[in-house]
């Protein structure tokens, strides 16, 4: 259950977790890394599966200490040179903040002066003791951290100091005292003085903070399994707070807001590792280090391209500098932006260092989505009230709010909010998650707001100098001007370039939609004149990108359009035709008077005059469609709501009929009461519309062959497909066929022309599903509908349990994502995968589709790949997302 560094390797995250692993590859490498040993997530596991750790644990973790304190030539906690040690989480997968760390374990009254005698800076001690105090008591103890905070504010102002390197030692050493009084008063315990005692308490204190609530919901957004538990990494201390010839750090390999190549990271002298993530000091850029410490950053430069060529990606590398000896303490797979990761995707691909395959498994879906978001107008902005740190791009508008509690509150209510801080901390993850945008006074691009603002995709600036936050009395103040930003006021801030404005900015299109707009070529040159906001580099690596996923990918990819410039739109955007057309969007505005007159009708002869009227409409329809997508499959779904969705409200036309007494109007109500259902999602609608209402489906039909055969009139390709929804039964699907070829053959004949249109089914009801086989032989097609289908396993009705426990549901763990929009693979999806093989089984070239919302969700997109399914439809602005999805599925 433990292992030394040395024992590891990159590829044993599972055990080791990401900073385990990271830290016995580098050790592998030969690379200066402080010795120590790391407890395994299986360990973890055990523990919170028993609440007791494993019985063999203690005694590993004796061994691995003892030979530890061998090695260092000193005992924890104790001698004329004690070894002190940090305790760090490390899960798999990385997550920033979320979990526990402590600091200068082994430390205590005795072994402090120790420290002190043997580093020849008093001051260092006992600044390395309080810090330890204030993490154990937090971490282990549970004492609110906001004790300390005051407590630490209380010793600046008292010393006049402006930060914490301004304490003199005697301060601290009061501090030390002040600090233990509050571990007294608040846990009902002294501070522990055995060091044993101090390193086994803080393990299992990590092993506990993988079921904190902010852990839990960072998991929950990240998609990441409960079960995986976290590692314990337990390393001999270097200190970064020993003097001015010391300090600590945080470096990049490319930089992660935009990817480009350089040098990016923070540094802050005379610090240890917490100080820079905390961003409880401003930090200095890296390329700094160069004049403070020339040997240390040119060692550094090295390591970062060893590290880069190793892993061939993007590195985010934490080290300290100990009197000008560089150590290296983590290197992971850095968190990157959704610009950055497609630029550094294709830039290792251009350097050779991966193929364009690997590059393509290395962006997303959900990144290209962001990267298609609109961005402020460069002409649209007054001057900046401020200006911080470009930590995660986007432009964000909202109302400032300066809790995290006040940012949930409001975004409930609709609102869009910006979440002002001096800086955030891990329990505030609520707050970023509810918040369009975060703005921080204090910290760099590798503070806990950045870092987690851009795993989220969330806009972010931090480290604005120039606006002091008073969290208190919920408002902040520009230093320029005195203008006070009251909870409530307009801000807008933009993470590309760091630039804070009063009020609201005017947003423009994003580059990449322009380039699948085809306003701007895929070299990102805009035929405008306009260097489409400096994103030319970004539309390339996305051009490149999409053209990768479009040669390997095996599904098709469609488009939802229901009228001529959605389908336009959507071919522009990549759409290989059309997978559903929802006829009965056509029936809305001016038409409804038809749709009424066609419910009110009391005879055959009105119903078909109704109908009629109704035809010529449709057609023309069906004819800018075509047009729209000549070449290309258009799959037109017959009118599948009940028809009271055409109708007045009954409450508000009853009404109107006791007000009026218009006889019209009385007609009309009792039609709809006539039509009124408890639960019309399961009533009259789709199939069984056109087999109760004579002649409707028939019209839609004949709409459909006319509009093909005036299309190949005019020289075009119309290639019409015809769905008929909510199918229980193959007899529905054979009556409803056996018509719709009837009315087919009429147009073909009178026209002279062979349309070829073929006619299938939706496959949107669990019986459908598991009698496919038998409703293949009727099909020339099935689409799955997951929205209804989902519905209909589950037993939900989405307009109500979305509003009343959905949240309850994701917060308990009983979703992960909502089925509605992510694919249920083991209830749903298996339905799926039964109606498949049931109906190629009898159908070989039987085409299968999906048209539910799930075909633009990206996990769904592999899920659909994996299944079988030939092609997935979604709306035109997720085209694109499917496309790279698709061929992200076929890649593996």
Known sequence: MVYDFAEGDKDQKDLLGGKGAGLAEMTRLGLPVPPGFTITTEACRAYLSTGTEPAALHDEVSAHLDALERRMGRTLGEGSDPLLVSVRSGAKFSMPGMMDTVLNVGLSDTSVHALAAQAGDERFAWD?????????????????GDLFEAALDAARRAAGAESDVDLPAGRLRSLVEEFKRIVREESGREFPQRPREQMDLTIRAVFDSWNTGRAVLYRRREHIPDDLGTAVNVCAMVFGNLGPDSGTGVAFTRDPATGRQGVYGDYLPNAQGEDVVAGIRNTVPLAELERIDAASYRRLTEIMETLENHYLDLCDIEFTIERGRLWMLQTRVGKRTAAAAFRIATQLAAQGLIDETEALRRVTGDQLAQL??????????????????????????????????????????????ILVRRE????????????????????????????????????????AEGIEVDVVAARAV????????????????????????????????????????????????????????????????????????????????????????????????????????????????????????LVLADSETGREQSLTALLPLQRADFTELFAAMD???????????????????????SV??????????????????????????????????????????????????????????AGGDPRAEIMIPLVGTVRELEIVREEAERVVAEVESARGVELGITLGTMIELPRAAL??????????????????????????????????????????????????????????????????????????????????????????????????????????????????????????
């Not at 959605?566 to 955007?573: G, N």
Request: proline content about 4%; overall charge negative.
């Open 424 to 463: 955030t901390n891990p329990d505030d993850l609520d707050g970023m998650i509810a918040a369009e945008g975060i703005l921080t006074s204090r910290g760099g691009k590798t503070s806990h707001a950045a870092v987690v603002a851009r795993g989220m995709g969330k806009t972010c600036v931090c480290g």
């Open 128 to 144: 390395s003791y309080r810090r330890l105090i204030q993490m154990f008591g937090k971490t282990v103890l549970g004492v609110d």
């Open 656 to 713: 109107r009929v006791a007000l009026e007494h218009d006889a019209h109007d009385q007609r009309l109500l009792a039609a709809v009461r006539r039509l009124h259902e408890q639960n019309p999602m399961l009533g009259l609608r789709g199939v069984r519309l056109g087999l109760v209402i004579p002649g409707l489906f028939a019209m839609q039909v004949r709409a459909i062959a006319e509009a093909a055969a005036d299309r190949r009139a």
């Open 631 to 653: 070449g290309l499959p258009v799959t037109v779904r017959l009118l599948d709501p009940p028809l009271h969705e055409f109708l007045p409200d009954l409450t508000e036309l």
């Open 771 to 892: 009698t496919a086989g038998r409703i293949a032989e009727s099909a020339d097609f099935f689409s799955f509908g997951t929205n209804d289908l989902t519905q209909t396993v589950w037993g939900f009705s989405r307009d109500d349990v979305e509003s009343s426990f959905f949240a309850t549901y994701l917060e308990k763990g009983i979703f992960q994502a909502s089925p509605f929009e992510t694919i249920d693979v083991d209830g749903v999806g298996a339905l799926v995968r039964t109606a498949a093989r049931a109906g190629r089984a009898v159908r070989p070239d039987l085409t299968l589709g999906v048209c539910g919302e799930h075909g633009g969700d990206p996990e769904s997109v592999h899920f659909f790949h994996e299944a079988g399914l030939d092609y997935v439809s979604c709306s035109p602005f997720r085209i694109p997302v499917a496309r790279l999805e698709a061929g992200r599925a076929a890649v593996g």
């Open 372 to 417: 298609m978001f609109p961005h402020f107008a460069r002409d649209g902005a007054a001057d900046p009230i401020a200006r911080g740190i470009a930590a995660s791009p986007g432009a964000a508008v909202g109302a400032a709010v300066f809790d995290s509690a006040a940012a949930v509150a409001r975004a409930a209510q609709g609102e869009h909010v």
């Open 478 to 597: 520009v230093t320029a001007n005195g203008e006070v930003i009251e909870e409530g006021d307009v801000l807008s801030i933009d993470g590309s370039d760091g630039r804070v404005y009063a009020g609201e900015v005017p947003v423009v299109p994003s580059a990449v939609v322009e380039y699948f707009e085809g306003r701007v070529s895929a070299d990102g040159h805009d035929p405008d004149g306009a260097d489409a906001d400096g994103g030319a580099d970004l539309v390339r690596a996305v051009h490149r990108m999409m053209e990768h996923a479009d040669r390997v990918r095996r599904l098709g990819v469609r488009a939802n359009a229901d009228t001529a410039a959605d389908a336009a739109r959507a071919r522009r955007f990549g759409a290989q035709g059309i997978g559903l057309c929802r006829t009965e969007h056509m029936f809305l505005g001016e038409r409804r008077e038809l749709v009424e007159r």
